[in-house]
């Protein structure tokens, strides 16, 4: 069974600056995806960013980019120039990719709450 | 373009009772998920639904059941609610052969006394 970890239950960064979620993972499978998602107070569960295991580019969203170190099976993510609208709960979620069109489900982290400051 | 829908927002619910809860996916998905978040914790996968059948599920009693509509909307019930069923019900979408991502509704707030 694969297993989703984030260590750091919560995190502080001021407006304006950097700040890494770190995430690790462990699984079997050679072919999978990486989330981030974020959750704010409102619930509602949005999707960051996403990797595919078998791209060694790191993925990009404008100020989310991750570091995918696949032998090391960590993933984390670096929120560049933070906004006070970054604030939320952080999860880390791994999907197989074994069989294209079969049913997967998400295995989520515990979460990291970010706050930031101004 | 609608996203995915929950009903209802909150839910209060004596132990014993049975719950109903329904989502209604994302235009143009055709897969349902559900996971249960307790508070302070990451979502758990409940069971996914694809062509009116359930096509994988998780680590849940047989009291969590669900249904697939032919409109791809869903509905999770739970018989003989515990006061341990307290949490955040979320629904999620996707289609089965496009990307992997899932999209997330609003989730139901459920809570047993």
């Known amino acids: 069974a694969q297993t989703v970890t984030q260590s750091q239950p919560e995190m502080s960064v001021q407006e304006a600056e950097t700040v890494t979620l770190s995430c690790t993972y462990d699984t079997s499978e050679s072919d999978y995806y990486l989330f981030w998602y974020k959750q704010p107070p409102s619930r509602q569960m949005i999707l960051v960013i996403r990797q595919e295991a078998y791209k060694q580019q790191n993925a990009t969203e404008n100020r989310f980019s991750v570091n995918f170190q696949k032998a090391a099976k960590s993933f984390s993510l670096k929120i560049s120039d933070s906004q006070l609208g970054d604030a939320a709960m952080y999860f880390c979620a791994y999907r197989s990719a074994k069989g294209t069109g079969t049913a997967s489900k998400l295995t989520f982290g515990t979460g990291t709450r970010l706050q930031v400051t101004l | 373009d609608a996203g995915v829908t929950q009903s209802p927002t909150h839910l209060i619910k004596t132990r014993g009772q049975q719950v109903t809860l329904r989502c209604s996916p994302k235009?143009?998905?055709?897969?349902v998920s559900w996971y249960q978040q307790a508070l302070g914790q990451g979502p758990q996968f409940i069971f996914q639904y694809y062509e009116e059948e359930e096509r994988q599920r998780g680590n849940f009693p047989d009291r969590f059941s669900g249904h697939q509509f032919p409109n791809y909307s869903s509905e999770l019930n739970v018989n003989a609610l515990l006061l341990g069923d307290s949490a955040l019900y979320l629904c999620?979408?996707?289609?089965?052969?496009?990307?992997?991502?899932?999209?997330f509704g609003p989730g139901t707030r459920l809570t047993v006394t």
């Open positions: 999620a979408s996707s289609f089965l052969a496009g990307a992997p991502e899932q999209y």
């Open positions: 235009s143009g998905h055709d897969t």
